[in-house]
Structure formats: C-alpha cells, structure tokens
C-alpha cells in the first residue's frame, strides 16, 4: 500500500515567503534611495527657486499693455485688469486663465498674453467689428452682430451705415447682448455680405437690405430698388451675377419684381 505524500508548505513556507518579499523590496529601495534622494533634493530647490522669486520686488508688474496700440477696448476693460494685477508678482498672473476671462467680452473674439521680464505684460486682443444690423419684428429695436454671428449691442434705431438684415418671420428668440443668434440663414447671409464685396458687381450695384424668411432663404434688395432671390446657400449663387449686369442695365429694369437666382436657370418676374 502506497504511502500518501505529504504536501510542503504551512505556515513557516508562508513566512519564508514573505521573507523573500520584503528582501527584495528592501533590495530595489536600497537601490533607488539615490535617486530618490536627488528627486527631493531638485524639488526642494525648485520651492526654494520659486518663492524667492515670488518674492522679489523686481518682478512685480508695473505696466500692462494693450495691442495693437490704440485699438478702442471694451469699457473698464483696461482698468479693471491694472486694478486687480498692476504690484503683483509677474510670475503668479495665470496667463490662460486671465485671457479665457477677457474672451468672455462679447467685444473680444480671441485674446493672448505674453509676459516681458521684469515687469511688463502685453494683452493681444482681437475685436470683434460689427457688420450687419438684425431686426426680428418690423418696428422692434435693432441687434448689432459680428460676422460670427454674436450680438454686440441691441440698440432702437439702426447705424446708418450698417446693413439691415430683417428677419421678421424667424424663430430666433430675443436679442440680448453677449449670445448668438440663432436664426435660420444668418450665418449664411453674413458670409454672403462678405463674398459680395469681393465681386464685380459689387463695383455698381450696393446692397440696400437683405431678408430671411422662416426657412432661412435669403432675399437681397439693391440700393435702385431690384429684389433678387437667392435661396439657402447664397454665397454659391454668386457664380450667376454676372449674368445680373445686362437684366440689370436694360431700359425694362424699373419692370422688374424679383430676379430669381435659386436654380441654374435664371428667372426674372417682370410687372
């Protein structure tokens, strides 16, 4: 009869284990305490570094400058940062932190900020320009916009030399200062304001107002009365104007209600 093997291990094989366990953990400490030792050693250098520096009076901001120079600045702009920066250390001014608060402006489109050593910052800022005037209900107030589309100003009667996009059966909310609006065919229409100043057209025929109805199809109306009908993408229309000169040039054109320019074909609806 086969004698039953006994199985090794129990409690002292364990121990002996865990033995072997913590001499080699001991081992690997043994052989990173140097470099462990020259890690703390830079970090502490590093916190010494840092609040000396911190703590220098020659690193503290004496001037914070704007470009380009002489660009208008949103109101307060400038005096609420050289209130809250101009004495304080150079090196504490979280530049990105800083430049996300000035973006918030609906004025500013971007923002940079660059520090020159000792004692100086420079503020680089984009504005945004007003383009176009919005109405949204005939005999309602006026919103200015940028080409993005964000509303600068909401004002009751409309600048004289801002183009008038009337979208009075859009479902584009309210006007309120610092949002974008939300109107079918806006962002259309204003990058079709901008492409037709590069057209030759452009040259003889100045826009007098432009239209968007509820679809966001966008009417534009020149300045000697013409209505021209251009659809949902305006700016691939633009191909066609050139065909617009003789329509435009005929002795019939005071006969003319709209000129159609949706489709491939040109229509033109006269009286």
Known sequence: MSKRRRKKGGFFSGLRKLGELGLGLFTILRHLAPV????????????GVR????ADPGLTIQRIRFAPEGSALPAGLQEKLEKEWLGKNILTMPLKQVASQIQKDPGILSAQIARSLPSEITVTVKKREPVASVQ???????GIVAQDGMLL???????????????HNSKGGQLRKGTKLRIAG???????M????RNPVAQKEKLSRMQLDHLGNLMIVFERGTEVRL????VSRLRYFH??????EDGERAKIIYIDLQFDQIIVKKK
């Open 243 to 248: 065909k617009l000169i003789p329509i435009l």
């Open 51 to 54: 609040e000396l520096l911190y």
């Open 36 to 47: 462990l030792s020259l890690a703390a050693f830079f970090i502490f250098v590093f916190l």
């Open 194 to 197: 901008e492409s037709y100043q």
């Open 186 to 192: 806006l962002e259309e229409a204003l990058q079709f």
């Open 231 to 234: 659809g949902r993408d305006p």
């Open 153 to 167: 100003e909401v004002v009751n009667e409309k600048p004289a030399a801002s183009m008038l996009i009337e979208a």
């Open 136 to 142: 949204l209900a005939a005999g309602s107030s006026f």
